[in-house]
């Protein structure tokens, strides 16, 4: 997981780099939601375009999980949450 750190003297300050992501609709304890994964397009028509994901997969569908540790209810593939990453999101990664 990436974050941001000062290394100055006396500076104490960090952030996890994917705090501004959005989240799913995955719930992982209550009133919890799962932060959502950046993952790159792949595909002809919008390959090399940023998006967010579900991180148990981008597809809906699926048998429904309703022991597992992702919560009651929840589909085997994920929740199906997709949204094309913006500006905003991107450019603190700029300089990684």
Known sequence: RLFFS??????????????GFPRCRCVRGPGQKELAVLRISKKEATGGRWFFACRFGCSSGGSLDRGAAGGAGQSVNGCGFFSWAAG???RPLEGL
């Open 88 to 90: 905003e999101h991107l």
């Open 6 to 19: 000062c290394t100055a003297t006396g500076c104490s300050h960090f952030e996890w780099a994917d705090s």
